[in-house]
């Protein structure tokens, strides 16, 4: 037998060396029982005393391990219980006891085998090879001699093998890492991670990492240190053994005085202490379990212990309470052109850059639907633009003195500077060298943030932080929007490292970061999360939570389920030692013979086994939506889409009252309203009869989302209003308008684009919410 094929037998017989104990244990149960039914109870005996010799060496293992770990726990009960029996002649109650260790053990290989079955799907999926393309066309080559730059082809139901960019639109099911179940159509030029499956027709894409440095791999890694780490709790239950284990001696010696050697055996009997030495165990097995079912990597046990202890979070900004990549959110342009028509011929430019900002520009050029055309004599300048022809045009985007903007209009002064009190960047578009429009990025805050904020509050963390290394006034918009209660700006990693060292001094801490600069505070917190979807490696290394799914709310899942781990791992201790000592008090009274006592405690512990098991499960109140649902909240999540482009145009329109021709910005007005008019409006009402109604059943309450309705009555006043003042203005003409006049539906537009805002906003968290699963989209502050 070769040195494979011997590990995998040995791998083979720890994995069921329980079933394999049980099984014997039960064979010698029966056979004694059969022999003593036939009158042969000499023979009977022998089998018994075979199967009592396994329990004393299950025992003894058990015993000689906590030695060597410095411990003395219960399992000196179960070895004395079981040597007294055989002394005293109770051979029934040694196999009984024998019986319900091995029980215990197969249990606790059962839970661990399903946990680890469940952390280790990914591992088995990973692929060992890709079909790269080549001078002498597509060749399958070993998966760790594909590097950055190389085009791969990925078959139908291939697992994608490393990260990389789409270089044609393609169809993914990306449950493994995100747990949606739906195909996700994703476009050219979007980023692809390793490890989920082509649903679709043979793809092409580029790599942007080798295997080792993919996503997929990452988890693998995560995957190992979690199996490799240690199940909890075990310390706090050796605490309560050392004084149960008092006990019962104290109450057998008791009992051996007053009645007998035989009196004290069926004492130890009941007091065998399953429910510590395996219930706890198993309880944090199952949680680690169905965290990992969840996207969360929690790297053992004793970190799921401290979760739910720690009090204050301390939560780095950038990829983590935002969405960690620029967007495009807004586009303003200057009369004579369309916003439509500046991002075509940005993105036109920028598909030739590899820059962020252009992919971001190009993402958003393909997200409206806005044509990409061809470009020539492109030239790229780093840090300050690019400049080409597009479409016969001279086009310069970047910066204001490479677009020639040095002394800006007003309307292009005026969206600088909202972006810049928003912490936002504008990318200047300049066409055969007049400034066309300005491109606002931003790196939008996750649609999670605020509601996970919350509900971590709620699960028991008292104080929040955001550290960061941006500037103070960025830092403080976004800790306004979710509500943090102290904001640290521009750290440094060591100085991240000091507010730590600082916290930790008031109470136990939870850091959350996903880049490099991360890594030394993940370590030195409390628990230290990474945010690993995207992350880099350092922080996944050092952090003892990843969350392998770019989703922020798990962490306040993670916690819930952390919590209710110790509570069901708590539960089976107390009340499987509760019932024991009742049971040891009925011993000692001599109401419980040693194998009534010994079945008894069978019962007990099974008992408590298998309700440390539901930390396995989820909590029984929740209740998801139905496919049908699912359908209808998806769909008027994707019509926000629309709805944000209107928002933004509102903004624009007001911008141009401020500063433009009144009589085109009383025409854009009314082209607007008619917006309003057919999408808005119709959206905001579906929402409140076909929407809402469903979504109240499932909140309960008498009115559930009464606040939110009143938003539509809201917005459909304000629309209403909003046309009355523009036909109002109309009648008397541009020109024989006056200021107050203008002002007034310049407030109504800008009013109405702030309720739209924040209403959308807020359906957009709750539908984040709801679908759960499904890739967030981020929202702008």
Not at 586 to 606: F, R
Not at 673 to 693: D, F, K, S, T, W
Not at 710 to 724: D, F, V
Request: with cysteine; hydrophobic share 50%.
């Amino acid at each position: 037998m070769d040195e494979s094929s011997a590990r995998r037998a040995r791998t083979w017989v720890s994995r069921t060396r329980g079933a394999l104990v049980l099984s014997a244990t039960m064979l010698g149960l029966l056979t004694g029982v059969i022999a003593h039914a036939s009158g042969h109870g000499g023979t009977g005996d022998v089998a018994w005393v075979v199967v009592g010799a396994i329990g004393l060496g299950l025992s003894l293992r058990a015993i000689v391990a906590g030695l060597r770990a410095r411990r003395l726990g219960v399992d000196v009960i179960a070895l004395l219980a079981l040597g007294g029996a055989l002394l005293v002649h109770e051979y029934a109650a040694g196999v009984v006891i024998t019986v319900m260790l091995a029980t215990g053990e197969a249990l606790e290989d059962w839970a661990a085998g399903r946990a680890r079955r469940e952390l280790t799907a990914l591992v088995a999926r990973a692929p060992t090879t890709a079909h790269r393309y080549q001078d002498d066309g597509l060749v399958t080559v070993p998966l760790d001699r594909v590097t950055p730059g190389d085009q791969l082809m990925v078959a139908s139901g291939e697992v994608v093998p490393v990260d990389g960019v789409l270089v044609a639109a393609a169809t993914l099911d990306e449950s493994a890492l995100t747990g949606e179940a739906r195909p996700v159509p994703r476009a050219l030029g979007d980023q692809v991670r390793s490890g989920v499956l082509n649903a679709g027709d043979p793809l092409t894409m580029r790599a942007t990492a080798t295997a080792d440095a993919s996503t997929y791999s990452g988890i693998i890694r995560l995957v190992a240190q979690a199996q490799d780490s240690h199940v909890p709790f075990v310390r706090a239950a050796d605490r309560d053994a050392t004084l149960f284990l008092a006990v019962t001696l104290v109450t057998a010696g008791v009992a051996w005085l007053e009645a007998g050697a035989e009196r004290a055996v069926a004492v130890l009997v009941v007091a065998t202490p399953c429910p510590l030495i395996l219930a706890v165990p198993v309880a944090f097995v199952a949680g680690l379990s169905r965290a990992a079912s969840r996207n969360v990597i929690v790297k053992g046990g004793a970190v799921l212990e401290r979760l739910p202890r720690d009090r204050t979070l301390l939560i780095d900004k950038t990829g983590t309470l935002t969405a960690g990549r620029p967007t495009v959110v807004d586009v303003v342009h200057a009369g004579g052109v369309s916003a439509d028509q500046v991002l075509t011929l940005a993105a036109s430019l920028d598909q030739m850059s590899s820059h962020v900002v252009a992919a971001a520009v190009v993402r958003a050029a393909r997200d409206r639907g806005a044509p990409i055309l061809g470009a020539s004599e492109v030239r790229e300048a780093p840090g300050e633009g690019v400049r080409g022809v597009v479409d016969g045009h001279a086009i310069a985007v970047g910066g204001a003195s490479w677009a020639g903007a040095e002394d800006p209009p007003a309307w292009a002064r005026a969206a600088r500077r909202r972006a810049r009190l928003d912490g936002q960047l504008t990318v200047y578009v300049a066409v055969d060298g007049e400034l066309a429009g300005l491109l606002v990025v931003d790196d939008p805050l996750r649609p999670d943030a605020a509601r996970t904020i919350r509900a971590l509050r709620h699960s028991g963390i008292e104080r929040v932080i955001l550290v960061t290394g941006d500037r103070q006034d960025l830092a403080e918009t976004i800790g306004a929007v979710v509500d943090v209660d102290e904001v640290l700006a521009g750290r440094s990693p060591e100085e991240k490292l000091d507010a730590v060292r600082r916290e930790a001094l008031r109470s136990p801490t939870i850091m959350v970061g996903d880049g490099i600069n991360d890594a030394p505070a993940l370590a030195l917190a409390d628990v230290g999360v990474a945010m690993g979807a995207r992350g880099a490696t350092a922080a996944s290394e050092a952090a003892d939570v990843v969350l392998t799914v770019d989703r922020l709310d798990r962490l306040a899942e993670a916690i819930a389920i952390a919590r209710r781990t110790r509570r069901i791992a708590l539960q089976s201790m107390i009340v499987g030692m509760s019932l024991s000592l009742v049971a040891m008090v009925a011993a000692a009274l001599g109401h419980l013979p040693p194998v009534t006592g010994a079945l008894l405690q069978e019962g007990i512990d099974a008992a408590a086994i298998l309700n440390a098991l539901r930390a396995m499960g989820g909590d029984a109140q929740s209740r998801g939506l139905t496919n049908e649902e699912m359908a209808l909240v998806r769909r008027f999540r994707e019509e926000h889409r629309g709805v944000q482009d209107v928002i933004a145009r509102l903004g624009d329109v007001a911008e141009e009252l401020e500063v433009g021709d009144h009589a085109a910005a009383l025409r854009d007005a009314r082209e607007v309203h008619q917006r309003l008019v057919a999408e808005v409006l119709p959206h905001e009402q579906g929402e409140e009869h076909l929407l809402y109604p469903m979504l109240g059943r499932h909140a309960g309450g008498r009115d559930p989302l009464g606040a939110m309705s009143r938003g539509h009555s809201e917005i459909a006043h304000r629309i209403h209003r909003l046309g009355a003042l523009i036909a109002d203005v109309g009648q008397d003409g541009s020109v024989g308008v006056g200021q107050d006049e203008w002002g007034e539906l310049r407030g109504a537009l800008y009013g109405l684009q702030a309720i739209l805002a924040l209403h959308t906003v807020q359906e957009d968290e709750n539908y984040e919410s709801l679908l759960g699963d499904t890739e967030a989209v981020p929202v702008a502050v």
